[in-house]
């Protein structure tokens, strides 16, 4: 036995490190292929210029267009490509080499905590906005990741941060879009910002949709608290769109199988649809845990609307409301849904009553049943307009879903349990109670409830129940294609039984001229007939 004589260069140890990191999170292969294609055969060294193109947004002939785009936007998505680069890629003489080149992918994209990757989020965003001049008055005590953050935020900057995740999302899930996209409504993400971090001078009027002038210092420690609470997956938005690109460079020239999204021109045309779960409502909600739930939200509603009707289960206005049309669309539908409900509650103001609309909405990790009592494994419960928060559950209590129809039986009961669909609290202290016409929806104050997080569903909610008009109910199906083929075969066989009981076989009685029917029969058509009686 001798030594190796093997003639291959000898891997250093910091390459051996950098592609374990890279092989535990699967992207080795998708990294080689990228940096083949964007490498100089001559120096086997990527070129800065290749990726800041591949990096940029707008370098693909995309834009983000739509009455709310503020022209700073418009520039730092011009920036965004060199501005990636310089923050993630050390470059070497000639370009990036290959070890570099692994590096700077694990600095963006290998598993560490939320707080860094919130922490490079910011970088980023810091460095783009002041490439389109855009002051933004955030300070990093150290140039380490997981640094303390100072300073404060405007809600201008707030929204600014929102979009380009938005883009990035939308980005990250439409590797062969291009064109233009719409930047969605994101103001309900900017007022949860506002009521949890900071106080406006003269109070907040949640029901006035414009942000652009308020000027309300809301400071960095309460914001990464916010995002933490509320939104954790929101630095999940640079890692995918970093990853996304460079897949996009290992697959060049390689037709992409193809999917579920369609072109950009349709995210244009749902609008036309109404529906209550917009691009920016879905996206607030996609983006609040990691799940596969959240996953079918995005795929569905975030790169592009091509998945949406598939995905609608109910709808009160096209299906009818009640609790029976309800109930028709969602039996039998084993996965996640989620329950959008749309109403509007008065309050008497100088004699006259002043409507305001809000939107809330319900998750379920399991299917229906109808049942007396509440059920369940788990859920979440949302505020989605005009001020969007979130409410997970905390362990004390398993009353998620409670969904009774009327009993079968006539059977007479003393203290008859509500009929209706409810959500938290406990029988007769629902903290969302609809009710069997889906014609009003009772919301309760948080201390009724020991299976959510506590917090106001609507804004100014007192301790008193608020009892308001619904509009509009509208079930989404989250379990994918699987789900849905299951309550197809469902709907199908119960569809044979009940036309198996609409028929009568007379073949299954041992005789006709024998059976008590025939006898009725008789007696029915000639009464005083003589009959043998049989002894």
């Not at 994209?109 to 910011?122: E, K, T």
């Not at 609470?229 to 020239?253: K, S």
């Not at 948080?446 to 509009?472: A, C, M, N, W």
Request: with cysteine; charged share 20%.
């Amino acid at each position: 036995m001798g030594a190796s004589t093997s003639s291959e260069p000898r891997v250093s140890a910091e390459q051996n490190e950098a592609e374990s990191v890279a092989a535990s999170t699967g992207a080795l292969p998708m990294l080689q292929n990228a940096f083949s294609k964007l490498a100089n055969p001559q120096t086997n060294a990527v070129p800065l210029e290749n990726l800041q193109q591949r990096f940029s947004f707008a370098g693909e002939g995309r834009s983000c267009s739509g009455s709310n785009v503020p022209d700073s936007l418009t520039v730092m998505l011009d920036h965004l490509g060199s501005i990636l680069v310089d923050q993630f890629f050390v470059p070497d003489k000639g370009g990036i080499n290959w070890v570099e080149f692994v590096k700077s992918y694990n600095k963006c994209c290998a598993r560490v905590s939320s707080s860094v990757s919130l922490n490079m989020l910011l970088r980023v965003f810091v460095a783009v906005s002041e490439s389109a001049n855009v002051p933004i008055h955030l300070e990093f005590e150290s140039g380490d990741t997981d640094c303390k953050i100072n300073g404060h935020l405007l809600p201008s900057d707030v929204f600014l941060l929102l979009a380009l995740c938005w883009v990035m999302s939308w980005g990250s899930r439409n590797l062969k879009g291009e064109g233009n996209l719409s930047l969605p409504d994101l103001n309900h993400l900017v007022l949860s910002v506002i009521t949890s971090c900071g106080q406006v001078e003269g109070g907040l009027d949640v029901w006035d949709r414009d942000i652009s002038s308020l000027e309300a210092q809301l400071p960095a420690g309460k914001f990464v608290t916010w995002v933490m609470n509320t939104v954790p997956c929101l630095p999940d938005c640079l890692r995918l769109y970093f990853n996304a690109r460079l897949q996009i460079a290992a697959t060049d020239g390689v037709e992409l199988a193809p999917s579920d999204s369609s072109s950009v021109g349709v995210i244009s045309s749902i609008a036309a649809h109404d529906y209550l779960l917009t691009q920016g409502r879905a996206w607030a909600i996609s983006i609040t845990n990691k799940s596969r739930v959240n996953e079918e939200i995005s795929g569905a509603f975030i790169s592009n609307g091509g998945g949406m009707g598939d995905k609608l289960v109910y709808r009160s206005s096209t299906h009818g409301r009640g609790l029976g049309r309800f109930w028709s669309r969602v039996e039998g539908y084993k996965g996640p849904l989620l329950i959008l409900i749309s109403a509007s509650s008065g309050e008497p103001h100088e004699g006259n009553s002043v409507d305001r609309k809000w939107v809330i909405g319900v998750l379920t990790d399991q299917a229906f049943e109808s049942k007396d009592i509440f059920y369940g494994n788990s859920g979440c419960l949302y505020s989605i307009d005009p001020v969007f928060h979130v409410f997970p559950p905390i362990g004390k209590e398993k009353n998620f879903v409670y969904s009774h129809l009327h009993p079968t039986g006539k059977v007479y009961q003393p203290h008859p349990k509500p009929v209706g669909l409810a959500f938290g609290g406990t029988l007769g202290n629902e903290r969302i109670f609809i009710d069997e016409d889906f014609s009003k929806v009772t919301v309760r104050h948080h201390s009724v409830d020991k299976t959510y997080r506590s917090g106001s569903l609507l804004p100014d909610q007192g301790f008193l129940p608020v009892e308001g008009i619904i509009s509009v109910v509208e079930v989404w199906g989250l379990g994918g294609k699987a789900a849905k083929q299951v309550q197809d075969s469902f709907k199908k066989r119960e569809e044979l039984f009940t036309e198996q009981r609409r028929k009568v076989d007379l073949k299954t009685f041992a005789n006709w001229e024998d059976s008590p029917e025939k006898m009725m029969m008789d007696m029915m058509s000639d009464p005083n007939a003589v009959r043998r009686e049989d002894r």
